[in-house]
């Protein structure tokens, strides 16, 4: 066997890519994990190193992850990709819910109550809206939903909830329209 060089072309990916003819990478933790980051940014067009500086430690603790989601969702990156940034073991809609529950639990009831001046309210948006756009329109109860507050309305409504109400549907309303046409 002779002892002479291995040319380029008979080299192992990883020796090619930068790692050593052994399979150890060359590249620390550290500077993978930056690499990592970087490129995932890159897809994001989001160039700020104090933000690369700011996610290069793993979330360790409860409250750490939660932050990590609503930092990166902030800057408009996937679930997904934060899920492969953090290494985070949870699911995807577990992320999700973290990135919603920046409220306090005051501020988000599971089933707020209209009041009389609420539907008084809802009226006027709609009379308001209708003064810029039909009400078949695409966006239009998600304008109406976006004045409700500038009028001074209890509680933020859905666009969906506000077109029920002014509809006068209930919420069980389309569940027996539904139930109905498949009995017919």
């Known amino acids: 066997m002779s002892s002479s060089p291995v040319s380029t072309s008979s080299k192992s990916p990883a ?39 700011r996610l290069m430690p793993l979330p360790v603790g409860r409250e750490e992850k939660r932050n990590f989601v609503r930092l990166l969702r902030l800057h408009g ?30 501020a988000r009831p599971r089933t707020p109550r209209w009041t009389t001046r609420d539907i008084g309210i809802m009226y006027q948006a709609v009379n308001t809206v209708l003064g810029t756009m039909d009400i078949g329109s695409p966006g239009f109860w998600r304008r ?30 389309i569940a027996r329209q539904r139930a109905n046409t498949r009995a017919q």
Do not use: C
């Open 144 to 173: 109406v939903e976006e004045e409700m507050p500038k009028l001074n309305a209890t509680h933020r409504f859905s666009a969906q909830a506000i077109a029920a109400k002014y509809d006068n549907r209930s919420r069980g309303d």
């Open 77 to 106: 990156v996937s679930y997904a990709d934060i899920k492969n940034l953090g290494e985070l073991s949870t699911s995807l809609s577990t992320l999700r819910g973290w990135d919603r529950m920046k409220k306090p639990p005051s």
């Open 15 to 53: 020796a090619v890519a930068g790692g050593s003819v052994a399979g150890l990478s060359r590249v620390s933790p550290a500077q993978a994990r930056g690499q990592k980051i970087r490129a995932v940014l890159d897809e994001y067009e989001v160039t700020s190193p104090s933000l690369i500086q």
